[in-house]
C-alpha cells in the first residue's frame, strides 16, 4: 500500500509516494537516494543503519518509515559538510579510523548523539554509548580515540 509520504531529512522536506510500512533504511536508501544508513544485519544489532530521530540514535532497518513521519531524521551526511565537517568527522579522518567504513555511519551517528548530550564524556561511558555496535576490522581503539579528540574538539 502506498501513500504520500513527507520527511525531514538532513534539514529537507521530501514528498514522495510510498509504503508506510516500509523500514525507514530502505526508504532512505531507495526512495532518496542516500547511501548512509546502511544495511548491515537488518536486525538492529550491528548499527551499520543508525541515524537521528529527533537527536535520539535509532536503528533504522527495524523502523517503519511511518514512525518518522514529523520526525528530524539525520543521517551522517546531515552532521556536517565537506566545508564544514562535524568534529567527529574530522577526528576520524586525524585518527585514520575507517578501514572498510562500513561500521562508521553508526559510530559516528551514536557518538555524535553522545557528545551532544556530554561533551566531557569519560572512557567508560563512550564504551557503554558504542558497545552495541559493530566493527569487523577491529578499529574500536581508534574509535575510542576519535570520539575522545572530537570531545576536546567541542569544548575547546
Do not use: W
Not at 538532513?10 to 536508501?29: C, I, M, Q, S, V
Amino acid at each position: 500500500m502506498t501513500e504520500q509520504i513527507t520527511l525531514s531529512v538532513n534539514g529537507h522536506e521530501h514528498t514522495f509516494a510510498g509504503d508506510p510500512d516500509k523500514p525507514l533504511l530502505y526508504t532512505l536508501r531507495d526512495e532518496l537516494g542516500l547511501n548512509n544508513p546502511r544495511f548491515g544485519c537488518g536486525l538492529a544489532q550491528c548499527g551499520a543503519c543508525t541515524v537521528h530521530l529527533d537527536g535520539q540514535p535509532t536503528r533504522s532497518c527495524v523502523l517503519p518509515t511511518s514512525a518518522a513521519k514529523g520526525k528530524a531524521i539525520t543521517t551522517a551526511n546531515g552532521l556536517g559538510t565537506p566545508e564544514h565537517p562535524h568534529p567527529l568527522q574530522t577526528a576520524y579522518v586525524e585518527e585514520q579510523v575507517p578501514q572498510c567504513g562500513y561500521c562508521s555511519n553508526g559510530f559516528l551517528m551514536t557518538a555524535a548523539a553522545l557528545l551532544k548530550a556530554n561533551r566531557h564524556p569519560t572512557d567508560a561511558q563512550i564504551r557503554e554509548a558504542l558497545s552495541g555496535l559493530k566493527c569487523r576490522c577491529g578499529t574500536h581503539m581508534s574509535i575510542l580515540r576519535a570520539v575522545k579528540r572530537a570531545a576536546a574538539a567541542m569544548r575547546a
